[in-house]
């Protein structure tokens, strides 16, 4: 019985960990996540819910982050049957009332020329600017290569996240998974 009820306190604070969120304005910001990268990795890509509460459309703009010399906001999507992605310059529309997703295979921050790799379990600081929000300080968390959710369920996907195309990322990074081992 105790053991029960220590397993579940387990389940509790690491279900806790996991879920962290940031305001700035009106714009909720859940569970901000990216992926570990094998060493030498060029870029990293960065998620999270950006749900603007007020009635007035913002715009992400862009960021900051010390792990690497530049942030990017990209969009990934299909044009002739061919996976691509390209840096949206006037940064992403969250319309008010609304909630945009950044995921793999969709919007995405692109961290770009990284310092270091990204390891499993840490925590990386990342500063993003909205248009009228202003700045923010969030913290990424770093899951497994290859997930394909911030919720940790996808930390074996390797294969099914290069099957959903998420472009040269995903390849390289089920690369390093398999020269690690
Ligand atoms: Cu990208």
Redesign the pocket.
Known sequence: MLLAVSAALTLAVSTLAFAHDYKAGDIAIGHPWTRATPPNAP?G?AYMTLDNQGSAEDRLLGGSTPIAEDV?I?E?GMADGVMT?RELPDGLTVPGGEAVELEPGGY?I?LVGLKEPLKEEDRVPLTLRFEKAGEVEVELAVEAMGARSGTGDGAHDVHQGAANGDAGMVDRNAMGDASAR
């Open positions: 870029v890509g990017q990209h990934m992605m995405h692109m």
